[in-house]
């Protein structure tokens, strides 16, 4: 049952929240009514708006694969009002959730490829939502070796922690790096940025395509880093996160030029990257 107007959100119950970092917590959720998943048709890296009534909405990244039914995870990073707001709610609390918005990974060209995941801090979250998919059981053919390098400030600023160190390892072809921007006691890992890591790493760009989300300062470097290493335009994809507010391309608040973020990405190949105007 979609709803006649794209801009009414359906209700929806936390079910479940876990704390990833001190300022970033997973929600799950699910639709009150069951029949909207059949319309909610997410693909990864599409975002939602989520809405907090008698607070207002944000544009929150889907942090669960479509190929977990029945539910949507959301991590949110409290950063604002809104998000400082959902932070204290808690399981059976209601919110607002329209969408799904944007494009998508563009998994399909990705097929019969190696992946290159490189992520920083919140920017992980989008990421995981192609990353799951391409994992599961049904999928994981179509796709060859998995690489995920994955950095934030501190031990304790790593998200999703359960796939990094325990989920993704065990699954078949598939590599985890992992690193923190200084030492610190306790961890013995890999200490440096993420674009001095791709580096030292140095993966090969052969039949492999890579797919980055991040602080926009390790964007920059790690497109450079990319490009530096002999990876094509068309081989590197990443999102824009820019201020959504409508979610249809209407309101024009994430305009670049001739494009809407909200419509046209987030998801951008760095070639469509280098078309957008001097203001991006």
């Known amino acids: 049952m979609a709803l006649e107007n794209p801009l009414l959100p359906y209700i929806a119950t936390i079910t479940k929240v876990i704390d990833e970092t001190p300022d970033v917590k997973t929600f799950q959720m699910v639709f009150d009514d069951p029949e909207v998943f059949e319309v909610f048709k997410q693909k990864p890296g599409q975002v939602a708006q989520i ?70 801090g919140i920017g992980l979250a989008p990421l995981r939502s192609l990353i799951d998919f391409v994992l599961a059981p049904e999928n994981r053919q179509d796709y060859g070796k998995v690489e995920i390098l994955y950095g934030a400030r501190s031990a304790a600023d790593l998200c999703f922690k359960y796939d990094l160190f325990d989920n993704w390892p065990k699954k078949p072809g598939t590599k985890v790096y992992v690193t923190i921007d200084r030492p610190e006691e306790g961890w013995d890992g890999h200490v440096g940025f993420v674009p001095a890591y791709l580096e030292e790493i140095n993966p090969n760009p052969e039949n492999k ?53 909200c419509v046209d990405g987030p998801v951008f190949t760095l070639r469509e990257l280098k078309k957008l105007p001097p203001e991006f």
């Open 51 to 120: 809405s907090i009534f008698g607070v207002g909405e944000a544009t929150i990244s889907i942090t669960s694969s479509p190929t977990r039914t029945g539910m949507l995870e959301f991590s949110i990073k409290k950063v604002g009002r809104l998000t400082s707001v959902i932070h204290q709610m808690g399981p059976g609390m209601k919110v607002g959730i329209r969408g799904p918005y944007g494009n998508h990974f563009p998994y399909d060209m990705m097929k019969g490829k190696d992946l290159l995941f490189i992520g920083g």
């Open 209 to 261: 395509v890579t797919i980055t989300c991040g602080p926009p300062i390790m964007i920059k470097f790690v497109l450079q880093a990319l490009e530096k290493m002999g990876y094509s335009e068309d081989q590197v994809v990443t999102t824009l996160e820019l201020k959504m507010k409508c979610g249809i391309g209407k309101c024009g608040r994430c305009n670049i030029g001739s494009k809407f973020v």
